[in-house]
């Protein structure tokens, strides 16, 4: 397989354009007291309307998997971690990409807090064998085209981790919940002081080593479970297969706040105001423990020594796995880390189409361009993705194509440490995008295998679903991805944007800006995640073979930009949001039932929205009628006040005082719950309230739900009085 050296990548010359032929059901969480409760919306969404632009049809008919395919090798080539040479080669690569198309092109940079590994070990010591070193390493496999680009690869480590040494005896903890936690407590099991092990499948790796620690744990390990990695016993794994192999292992971030840690609430801009390094790593948002990542292999030979007690059924692994148990001991863990927690510089690469008539309204497309090994999934299926979409929008300007709105193309830096390039840059130029955003569509994970995976603010849903009716499925020719979509054995949901996850959460979940996510296959959950074995080989033979997924997600990536761009009224439909609201009030009302607290005045602020929703659709559709009969300007100020109105109604669910012990997250509809930041909550303040109060049952806890319920309850009648454009 080829390579391009230094020079290649500086010297960026886009291939040639080659053309490519081209519900109902709405899901969303409401995380309460550790459970999640499914709410199951049906909206009924007419035939898809034509898209306002007549340049839709050309922009689908020039899809190239070619392009996208030469894109995401070139990116893939050596592995390429946030604050790296290798990372900035990239940023070099996209920006010229960019700015080829003759597109105004820049790069900006920020100084911000990194990790990384300066020294690592393990070794497990139990009677009657020796001791045994782990490599702590993932091997390469016979004729592997990346070998030698493979030692370029960071070690495995996470960042962020506490530095130190420990020798203790282990610990299992499942998938370290704490509800884990708390059954190992209830059967005997003292986590104090020891090593907990832990496996990834349920909560992220911040949440773990946070739950080792509050349950004591004096370090923690986790490892990807063969259960969620390693597919079928006897099948295989990666590269006869798309499983993970046993010396896989899986890295990621510590750290559960979001940006650079030393500019908490505010940018990394030069000169700015920092919190001292030392202060910033002795948050509780920080693990304050060591801990590593670690193969299946090397747990199973840790578990295999394991005493104590037989683990619980669903705490065991795949069939034919031996029989976990609980520990403690006798098996003694020797853990050593050292990290280096450094001020590193990230780059953002921008690329601008000016708007024609509104130049002042923003649709910003964004995909992170930092990985911690290759990241040819994640995230690069999305960077080359953009930029064969941005190779159409190219060719639809030299069409004379020009959008009434400005669209922004950003490639975020430092994404796998803390959503920390695209944080940044949203709390810098925080006020400008709360007043001039229109809508942030966001693509992490462009592919990892077949079946859309969309998730929106509510008000983007009619947009999503007409969309997709148009675009092509990239598996079956004779139907689009909406037929697809809907005749999937599982359910068809379009997600909620409530967890923290990619880089939305600063536009949505901190300033309130309507927003999408979408992927092909299953998203974070794909077997070579954040390993080793994320690389072009893994993507070309198993997640999309001819490229044809990657020009699936790019068409209906650029199909809702541009009608967002375009149309004279911003394509927003509020009226699925009251709907939904009230599905989650009445989760909320079975909740707190025989409880004080009342839900009164959410049902009624959400009966003003419903009113609010119904009524600025009539005046869109009264609007329309005006614009086909010639008899208002495609530029009349009464279009302006209802597009403005329509943007900024999703703003008013932020909070500044941010939601329940979360302040950086504004947002009091979606957003992360404080257990686990993966989980898409709804009303997250009202179902972490609910949780304390349900843990101490204290008439002032009781009273913290009824307080937060007020608060939504006032958020909904602001987004209603923004709808609706009338002072009281």
């Known amino acids: 397989m080829s390579r391009l050296d230094t ?14 032929r081209r519900r109902r059901l709405l899901s969303s969480m409401l995380a309460i007291g550790g459970g999640a409760v499914a709410l199951i919306l049906f909206v009924v969404i007419g035939s898809p309307s034509n898209p306002s632009t007549n340049y839709a049809s050309l922009l689908l008919s020039l899809g190239s998997n070619d392009t996208a395919a030469t894109h995401l090798r070139a990116l893939t080539l050596h592995p390429h971690v946030a604050g790296t040479k290798a990372n900035s080669l990239t940023a070099a690569y996209v920006l010229n990409a960019l700015s080829s198309l003759s597109f105004p092109a820049h790069i900006t940079p920020y100084s911000v807090l990194l990790s990384y590994p300066v020294h690592r070990s393990l070794s497990l010591s139990a009677p009657g064998r020796a001791t045994k070193s782990f490599s702590l390493s993932q091997d390469t496999y016979p004729d592997d085209p990346y070998a030698a680009a493979a030692a370029e690869a960071i070690p495995t480590f996470f960042a962020y981790s506490a530095s130190g040494s420990v020798s203790a005896e282990a610990v299992y903890a499942n998938y370290g919940r704490e509800e884990d936690f708390a059954y190992l407590a209830s059967a005997g099991v003292d986590v104090a002081g020891k090593v907990a092990l832990a496996r990834y499948g349920r909560i992220h790796c911040e949440d773990i080593v946070h739950n080792a620690r509050a349950a004591g744990a004096a370090a923690a390990l986790v490892y990807t479970d063969p259960l969620e990695y390693g597919g079928p016993p006897g099948e295989g794994s990666f590269p006869d297969t798309r499983w993970l192999p046993p010396t896989g292992v899986q890295v990621g971030s510590l750290f559960r706040g979001v940006g650079d840690p030393t500019t908490p609430m505010w940018a990394s801009s030069e000169g700015c105001e920092r919190v001292n390094m030392e202060d910033a790593m002795a948050t509780d948002d920080m693990p304050g423990i060591p801990a590593l990542p670690v193969s299946a292999q090397d747990a199973a030979e840790i578990q295999s020594v394991l005493g104590g007690a037989v683990a619980p059924a669903d705490w065991q692994g795949r069939d034919g796995s031996p029989v976990y148990r609980l520990g403690p001991g006798p098996a003694v863990l020797n853990l050593t880390y050292q990290g280096n927690d450094t001020m590193a510089t990230i780059e953002n690469v921008f690329a601008v189409i000016e708007g024609a008539q509104e130049p002042d309204r923003y649709v910003i497309l964004g995909n992170h361009r930092d990985a911690w090994t290759f990241g040819a999934a994640d995230p690069n299926s999305g960077t080359a993705a953009m930029i064969e979409l941005a190779q159409r929008f190219s060719v639809l300007q030299k069409q004379g194509w020009r959008p009434r709105r400005t669209i922004i193309f950003c490639s975020w830096d430092a994404e796998e440490y803390g959503l920390t390039g695209s944080t940044e840059w949203v709390e810098e130029n925080r006020e400008m995008l709360s007043t001039r955003a229109v809508a942030y569509l966001n693509v992490d994970v462009s ?39 809907v005749k999937s054995s599982v359910s068809p949901t379009i997600g909620r944007l409530g967890n923290g996850g990619s880089d939305y959460a600063a536009f949505v979940q901190h300033v309130g800006i309507p927003s999408t996510n979408m992927a092909f296959g299953e998203g974070p959950g794909y077997p070579v995640y954040h390993s080793l074995y994320d690389d072009f080989v893994w993507m070309e033979k198993f997640a999309d073979p001819g490229f044809r997924r990657h020009v699936a997600a790019a068409s209906i990536w650029g199909i809702m930009a541009l009608r967002l ?82 943007m900024q109604a999703e703003r008013a669910f932020t909070n500044r005082e941010g939601i329940f012990k979360q302040e950086w997250y504004k947002h009091l509809i979606y957003g992360p719950s404080e257990q686990n930041d993966w989980d898409t909550a709804s009303y997250p303040g009202i179902a972490d309230a609910i949780a304390t109060a349900r843990s101490t049952n204290t008439s002032a806890s009781w009273k913290l739900v009824q307080h937060e319920i007020h608060r939504v309850a006032r958020a909904v009648t602001q987004a209603s009085a923004v709808l609706s454009g009338n002072l009281t």
């Open 447 to 485: 592919v990892v295998g077949q079946g859309l995976l969309p998730s929106t603010t509510p008000q983007l849903d009619e947009l999503l679903l007409e969309t997709i009716k148009l675009v092509q499925d990239p598996d079956n020719s004779s139907q689009t991805v909406y037929d697809a979509w």
């Open 565 to 646: 761009a375009d149309e004279e009224i911003i394509p927003f439909n509020y009226m699925s949001y009251a709907t939904e609201l009230e599905a989650y009030t009445k989760v909320v009302e079975k909740a707190i039932k025989g409880t004080p607290v009342s839900c009164s005045p959410l049902y009624n602020s959400i009966k003003a929205l419903e009113m609010a929703a119904t009524n600025v659709d009539s005046e869109r559709k009264d609007i329309q009628r005006e614009l086909s009969r010639k008899q208002l300007s495609k530029d009349s100020i009464k279009i302006r006040g209802l597009n403005d109105r329509l």
């Open 7 to 20: 020079a290649s990548l500086l010297s960026f010359s886009p291939p040639p354009t080659k053309p490519h």
